[in-house]
């Protein structure tokens, strides 16, 4: 089982519609859960971070976090064309001692006009 | 400065080179790290550094050679790659080596080729 799991897409969605990014975990004792974008050719990006089991919003995005079913989600409403990039989920993972930060393999959305 | 700032942007080297890819940050932090990129994939950890020693090598080949001279400065120094270390390298800090709860700032990358 990989750490962290995403599906890669792409997710394509309409122009103003909700897309939904969902990302699962395997190690029980992360406790910091991050939401990267990565438009081609950049770096990431961060967009939203969560610790708390729940919803967390900023403006149009919404991230969720449920422990106990070790899932992650992104919520972005009213999907604009500039959404389209890749969205990367990542968790803190505990190795040896040291904290490092793992990525799941993206989701491509794609919002189209 | 919220920023991390990597050079050179854009590198092509043979694979008998050695060259240098540079990173700096002027925010404090104390942990800083080394990713490789490739097409499609998502970034994958090299090194952490935290308060400037070695703290994790994801048993990264020794033609990969990181280094860090001070708190805001990360080198990795390259020699006799081959063509399938061609990537983005990001590097990225944090406040600290613990749980961040902020999570890492990426640099801009270095966009590296292999010939």
């Known amino acids: 089982q990989k750490e962290v799991e995403q599906n890669s897409g792409p997710l394509s969605v309409p122009e103003g519609a909700i897309a939904s990014l969902n990302c699962t975990y395997s190690?029980?004792?992360?406790?910091?859960f991050f939401w990267y974008r990565q438009y081609s050719g950049k770096s990431p990006e961060l967009i939203m971070f969560?610790?708390?089991?729940g919803d967390k919003e900023d403006g149009r995005f919404t991230a969720q976090l449920n422990k106990a079913s070790q899932y992650v989600s992104l919520l972005i409403r009213d999907s604009q064309p500039s959404d389209s990039a890749t969205y990367l989920c990542a968790v803190n993972l505990l190795s040896g001692g040291y904290n490092k930060l793992i990525f799941g393999a993206g989701t491509r959305l794609a919002v189209h006009p | 400065d919220t920023e991390v700032t990597q050079t050179p942007k854009h590198l092509v080297m043979g694979m008998t080179n050695k060259k240098s890819l540079k990173c700096e940050q002027h925010?404090?932090?104390?942990?800083m790290y080394w990713y490789k990129q490739k097409a499609k994939k998502p970034p994958e950890l090299m090194f952490v550094y935290s308060y400037e020693k070695l703290s994790i090598n994801e048993s990264v080949p020794s033609r990969f050679s990181p280094e860090c001279p001070n708190s805001s400065l990360l080198n990795l120094h390259l020699h006799a790659l081959q063509p399938e270390d061609s990537a983005l390298y990001l590097c990225?800090?944090?406040?600290?080596?613990?749980?961040?709860?902020?999570?890492?700032?990426f640099g801009s990358g270095t966009r590296l080729t292999v010939v």
């Open positions: 925010m404090g932090h104390r942990a």
């Open positions: 969560i610790y708390s089991n």
């Open positions: 990225a800090s944090s406040q600290g080596p613990g749980q961040s709860l902020y999570g890492y700032t």
């Open positions: 190690d029980r004792g992360s406790q910091s």
